[in-house]
């Protein structure tokens, strides 16, 4: 079952500023993002992509600076670390988040595209990084959300399930707001996503506002 | 790694034990001072034909137990008021303070003033055993993973389902841990408490004559039966809380508890 996509919207951001202390983390990042657009965040390590992602999911608030287009808004994310609950399948920590809006029986089927059945049954603790961050991927792009935030969503995937993963990840989120970090133009590529540039010191670089 | 299956070692430790006791035994040769485990055992043999030994150990286990969910209950109860509400935890703090302190002695002598001697043992193990489980559920709470409630909060996932879920697997080994301490001090206080305030047909009576009678052997064929319960009770508690509540909970090697 595909979520029924919302019409399209759009969050802007402009002049979004964040320090921590004397470290400046974020100078003044404007971005246009529009659902059915995938955006990808490229940036070295430390220059801020965590940080932005936290302030639009709201875990933070900015020192200065606007974003529109949130309001009433819902989120899914696939965070930095897997964030899963150890003791419990993928299945379990996929219904965590998503209820009862998929029958199990489809769920099992949509979680097959990605995991290997024989691990259906297991706890995520007994997983490899690799069939952690496939459920965390899975738990994003299934959860009902309008907006898709991913941290650096294929860290630890190989080759061929990275390929896999992308064709899920095109598929669920569909019409909705996809924003994902990467250090790979690969990686932006595989979802037609188009290239932002964050520079070190939480500038944006390109394209210009 | 060791050479025997773990019940031959277990049975072999036990067996040393009891060896050592019996040779102490022989070597007091007083049956005042100290009785040998045939002794106790025969005791024990003569107190299990007994209805009226059974009849005390069912007026001591179901007070004491009586008084252990109670507080198994409130203390998961405001534990948990204390997490959501700090002002309510600030609130019960010098409370909680004063049941930990205070000798179990001088609520013994307060309850037979206020409740008589009858339901002694159920007022004590509740006192003893609920500032453990208030302590630990709030500690249980505190700990629950800051990573995953952040994910929770971004997924808007229902605070029922969070309790469901991220707070019970970070409670439970903080529960369990309270429980083993909690049980057994809560068994050990209430008959203590029958001891002193010796209501008709309790463990604690029994126990109390044994002492008139210097009948050492009836004293420690009372204490077998008090072990043998509570262990009984301990395992069989754990694992309902493990089947109510262990779902999901991976394996945990380290000792929760918090200090109470």
Known sequence: ???????????????????????????????????????????????????????LMGLETADSGTIEGLEGRSFSAVFQEDRLLEGYTALQNIRFVTGRWYPAHELTAIIKHLLPEDSLKKPVSEFSGGMKRRTAILRAILAPADIVLMDEPF?????????????????????????????????????GAEILRLDENGGLCSPGI | MHRFPDWSRRTAILLFWLFLWHLASLAVQNQILLVGPLDALKALAVQLASPASWGALWFSFGRISLGFFMAFLAGLLTGSLAFWKPLAGEILEPAIQFMKS????????????????????????????????HINTLAGLSHADPGL????????????????????????????????????????????????????????????????????????????????????????????????????????????????
Not at chain 1, 4 to 19: E, G, H, I, M, Q
Not at chain 2, 110 to 121: D, P, V, Y
């Open chain 1, 1 to 55: 079952m595909l979520l029924p996509s919302d019409p399209a919207f759009r969050v802007t951001v402009r002049n979004l500023t964040k320090s921590y202390g004397d470290s400046l983390v974020l100078d003044h990042v404007s971005l246009d993002l529009e659902s059915g657009c995938p955006c990808c965040l490229m940036a070295p390590s430390g220059a801020g992509k965590t940080t932005l992602f936290r302030i």
């Open chain 1, 155 to 191: 860290t630890g995937l190989d080759p061929d399930t990275k390929q896999q993963a992308a064709r899920m990840i095109n598929k669920y989120t569909a019409g909705k707001l996809l924003l994902f970090s990467t250090h790979s133009q690969e990686d932006a590529a595989l979802l």
């Open chain 2, 102 to 133: 205070v000798p179990v002695a001088s609520f013994v002598i307060l309850a037979l003033i206020w409740t008589g001697a009858e339901n002694l043992s159920v007022f004590i193990s509740f006192l003893v055993v609920y500032p453990v489980i």
């Open chain 2, 149 to 260: 409630l952040e994910m929770a909060r971004v997924f808007r996932v229902p605070v029922w389902r969070q309790a469901l879920s991220i707070y019970r697997i970070s409670l439970y080994p903080y529960l369990e841990s309270a429980l083993k301490t909690s049980l057994g001090m809560g068994f050990k206080s209430g008959i203590a408490a029958e001891v002193i305030g010796v209501p008709g047909g309790s463990i604690g009576e029994g126990l109390y004559m044994a002492k008139i009678y210097l009948s050492t052997a009836d004293l420690f064929a009372w204490t077998l039966m008090i072990i043998a319960v509570s262990s009984v009770f301990e395992k069989l508690f754990l694992l309902l809380l493990k089947t109510i509540a262990g779902n999901g909970v991976p394996g945990k090697e380290e000792n929760h508890a918090a200090s109470v």
